[in-house]
């Protein structure tokens, strides 16, 4: 007797990729509604924002084992300065570098400090929604693992909450911060980079440095908007769909990364073109092709020139 195979179906990588991105998205939004369920008003996140405030610090991290150490003694000396309830959540992508040991050490000391490690998955937006999504905190906030971030920060960024901000950036670009040590033709494309985000920022809730991330948001400020898990510029996302009232900008000098290696590079620019276009496609407006090329030519060719 002959048998006949069935031929295997085609597989389209832009389907699979789609359903990945999808998949990711509707695990977070479960986590989400799990963490609400268990946390009724007046006890977690839903709660009206008259509550006791908590922030929730995520760090997302990628290889990032020599780094965490020190940066976990600073954060946590900076956020004891300003006397509140907080957390701190490492959101690991499956870095395999010893960090978990790490995190678990530093952990047993404090339980404030915690790790989660996220499978099969990358991106930084991804990981930061994941943190926040495990956590009741009435404050969200993000900094980078490498220390060009200065957690001496915090307690700025913090005071601009407490000072009835919705959204407090640490930032580059505002009156007294700085680049660092960066050359002229680096500021330029930066500077460019920023200049096309412009048209999907609201008029009056701007910010200079929309490309930072170090930040800190109100939760009710994002609650019920569909924030993407995809890329690694969640701030202009923020600042282009969330429910904010007023933006606070907080000057900081770009530091020089302590160790290991940026993580910018070609898919970077791709999810940051791909975000543009969705939010100008929003505001019914598509980037030109020079403008596509300028963001293009900023974030590929030139690793970490506006790196967050």
Known sequence: MVSFRQPEPEID???????RRSK????????????????????????????????ALVIPTLREATNILPLLGRVRTALESCRIPYEVIVVDDESGDGIEKIVAGVSAEDPRVRLIVRHGERGLAGAVLRGWAETDATHLGVMDADLQHPPELLPRLWAAMEAGADLAVGSRYASGGSLGGWKAWRHLLSRIAVWMTLPVQRSGRRARDPMSGFFIVRRECIDGV?????GFKILLEILARAHLRSVVEVPFTFGHRYAGSSKAGARVAFDYLRLLLRLYRRKGRTPSRPEQEAARSTLENHHGAIHN
């Not at 990588?13 to 359903?19: H, S, V």
């Not at 989400?32 to 977690?44: D, L, N, T, V």
């Open 24 to 55: 990711s998205r509707a695990d977070v939004q479960a986590i989400m509604h799990s963490h609400q369920a268990s946390h009724p008003a007046g006890e977690g996140k839903q709660a009206p924002s008259g509550r006791p405030a908590k922030l």
């Open 226 to 230: 569909a924030l993407q898990p995809s």
């Open 13 to 19: 990588p832009c389907r699979e990729e789609k359903a």
